[in-house]
């Protein structure tokens, strides 16, 4: 039996995801959450082997995969969200999101994620896969890998550099805002993307969110990712 528990504000959602999954024999349905905290005090009841989360739904936030992990680390997570950006939707794999789906996803998909998560796989949908691409991002980026052991000499100024590229500003906003030129800010990016040995912005954004310059709830609500 595959353990589930269901997390969004919605009721509608809830009610349908409950009525589809019941469907299945191998699924059991522990519970629903309304709330981050809801959802917390569930994990820690039940230990769900998977949760279906919509992280961007009122009363959630991303914050809430790290704390389902912390009190139940063998539980996976799977978001099943509206439409984000690929910036939004890498940065969440990078919280801790296993797979990821959209609420709109045809029944195989929703099922098959849930099975090809809980046996230790990713499940991306097409959609999904193709935001990522629409913003391109490279697909390498979602095997969020560790980014080397290697101590990294960054200046401070390339400390703001990043964080301002991971916020989504374009160069020449990074420019105005440091009172330097495009072509000095662009010369930054290079040299980071050399130090930190990655060729895309993505990967930038990435070590943002790894090193704590940012946190994943900037890009929660980004109708677009950073140029």
């Known amino acids: 039996m595959i353990r589930i528990a269901i997390a969004d504000s919605n009721h509608l959602i809830r009610a349908g995801l409950?009525?589809?999954?019941s469907q299945y024999g191998d699924f059991e349905l522990v519970g629903e959450a309304v709330s981050d905290d809801h959802l917390v005090d569930l994990v820690k009841a039940f230990r769900p082997d998977i949760i279906?989360?919509?992280?961007?739904?009122?009363?959630?936030?991303?914050?809430?995969v790290q704390r389902c992990i912390r009190v139940s680390p063998q539980s996976r997570l799977v978001a099943i969200t509206p439409e984000q950006s690929g910036i939004t939707i890498v940065n969440a794999l990078r919280a801790g999101?296993?797979?990821y789906i959209k609420t709109d996803c045809d029944v195989h998909e929703i099922v098959g994620s849930i099975r090809e998560t809980h046996s230790g796989g990713r499940f991306f949908c097409g959609q999904i896969l193709e935001a990522i691409r629409r913003e391109s991002i490279d697909v390498e980026d979602l095997q969020l890998g560790?980014?080397?052991?290697?101590p990294v000499s960054l200046s401070e100024r390339e400390l703001e550099v990043i964080r301002l590229i991971a916020e989504g500003y374009t160069n020449n906003e990074i420019a105005a805002k440091l009172f330097l030129s495009p072509h000095t800010v662009n010369t930054h990016r290079k040299n980071i993307m050399a130090k930190l040995g990655v060729n895309n912005t993505a990967a930038i954004v990435l070590y943002a969110v790894k090193t704590d310059l940012v946190s994943p709830n900037k890009f929660l609500?980004?109708?677009?990712?950073?140029n």
């Open 18 to 21: 409950n009525a589809l999954l």
């Open 52 to 64: 279906l989360v919509d992280f961007a739904a009122r009363d959630f936030s991303v914050d809430v």
């Open 97 to 99: 999101i296993t797979s």
């Open 146 to 150: 560790d980014m080397g052991c290697e």
């Open 221 to 226: 609500f980004s109708p677009v990712g950073p």
